[in-house]
C-alpha cells in the first residue's frame, strides 16, 4: 500500500508540473514590451508649429507644450516607422481643461493615411480626464473606444505606449493594454502593414467636440494650459516614407512569437478595462453599426 501511495503521490506531482509547464509554454505566448529607455527630446523629435509654445528642460529631457487663446503647439518624429515599440511619458493638463486636446498618434502621410491614435479629451475641474483611442487604416476611422482613467493623469507622469506588429496593435496605458487591434486581414478588414508613419504629439484647441461634445467651451481666463513630457523612446523598423516593408522585419523583438498576441494576465487586465472604465465602445454602438463591424469578434471587443 505504501509503494501504490508513493507512486500516486509521484504521478500526481508530475501531471501539475505538465499542466503549469503546458500553461507558461503554450497558454500564454504574450509578453510584456521591452523597457523604454529615457532619451532627450532631440534625439528622435522636432517642433513642427510655434516653436516658442514648447520649453525646453534639463537639456531636452523635459518639455513644455503651451496653449493659449493664441496658438497650440506640436512636434513629430524625425524619422518614419513601420512597425515597433513607440513611448511617451506625459503629465496632462492639470485644473479646468475643458476644450482642448493633447493627442500622441501615428500617421503616415498620403490620402489614404494608416493612423494609430491616443487621445486625452480635458475636462472641467473635477471631473475626470476622457482617453480616446482609434485606428485608420486605408484613410478610414470610426473605430472610437472611450475610457476613463483609473488615475490622475495630471498629477504625475503616466506611460502611453504603442505596440505595432504584423500581428496586433496594442495601446498601453503604464504597461496595462488597454485596447486590441488584430489584424483582421483574413475577415477583407484593412490593417496598417505598408504605409511608414511618423509619431506626433500636439496640444490643441478642440472645443467643438471635445468636451461633453463641444457642449464646454474652453475657458481661457484659466490658461495658459501646460502638458510636461518627457522619455522621448522610439524602438522602431525606420524606413523611407515610400517604403512598402521593413527591411529587417522579422529580426526585431517586436516580431517574435511571444508578441502576436496577449497572453492570459494581459487579457484579464484587458477585461478589467473594459468592464470597469469603458464609456463609449464602436463595437457595440447599434445606431452607428446596425452590423457589428468585422473586426470586433477576434479584438475581444464584446
Not at 515599440?85 to 506625459?90: A, V
Amino acid at each position: 500500500m505504501g509503494q501504490k501511495r508513493y507512486w500516486g503521490d509521484v504521478w500526481r506531482y508530475v501531471f501539475v508540473m505538465v499542466v503549469v509547464l503546458v500553461y507558461l509554454i503554450g497558454g500564454a505566448t504574450g509578453a510584456a514590451p521591452k523597457k523604454p529607455v529615457a532619451v532627450p527630446f532631440g534625439k528622435n523629435y522636432i517642433p513642427t508649429w510655434a516653436f516658442d509654445h514648447i520649453k525646453y528642460f534639463n537639456g531636452g529631457s523635459n518639455i513644455q507644450l503651451t496653449l493659449d487663446n493664441y496658438t497650440g503647439t506640436g512636434f513629430q518624429s524625425k524619422g518614419s516607422y513601420l512597425f515597433g515599440h513607440f513611448n511617451m511619458q506625459i503629465k496632462m493638463v492639470p485644473g479646468d481643461s475643458a476644450g482642448t486636446v493633447t493627442a500622441f498618434y501615428l500617421s503616415s502621410q498620403n490620402s489614404e493615411h494608416d493612423e494609430i491614435d491616443f487621445e486625452f479629451l480635458g475636462n472641467r475641474t473635477g471631473e475626470p480626464y476622457i482617453l480616446q483611442t482609434n485606428v485608420f487604416t486605408g484613410g478610414e476611422g470610426n473605430r472610437e473606444q472611450r475610457i476613463f482613467l483609473w488615475f490622475d493623469p495630471t498629477k504625475a507622469f503616466h506611460s502611453y505606449s504603442v505596440l505595432w506588429n504584423l500581428h496586433q496593435i496594442v495601446f498601453f496605458v503604464d504597461d496595462v493594454p488597454i485596447r486590441v487591434f488584430k489584424n483582421s486581414k483574413k475577415l477583407g478588414v484593412r490593417f496598417p502593414f505598408n504605409q511608414p508613419m511618423k509619431i506626433y504629439s500636439s496640444l490643441w484647441n478642440a472645443d467643438d467636440w471635445a468636451t461633453r461634445g463641444g457642449l464646454e467651451k474652453t475657458d481661457w481666463t484659466k490658461g495658459p494650459f501646460v502638458a510636461d513630457y518627457k522619455n522621448f523612446h522610439i524602438d522602431g523598423c525606420q524606413s523611407s516614407v515610400d517604403a512598402k516593408f521593413c527591411a529587417t522585419r522579422g529580426k526585431h523583438w517586436w516580431d517574435q512569437k511571444q508578441y502576436q498576441d496577449l497572453d492570459d494576465y494581459q487579457w484579464r487586465r484587458l477585461r478589467w478595462v473594459r468592464r470597469k472604465f469603458t464609456i463609449y465602445n464602436y463595437c457595440t454602438d447599434r445606431k452607428r453599426f446596425p452590423t457589428m463591424p468585422r473586426e470586433c469578434k477576434i479584438d475581444r471587443d464584446v
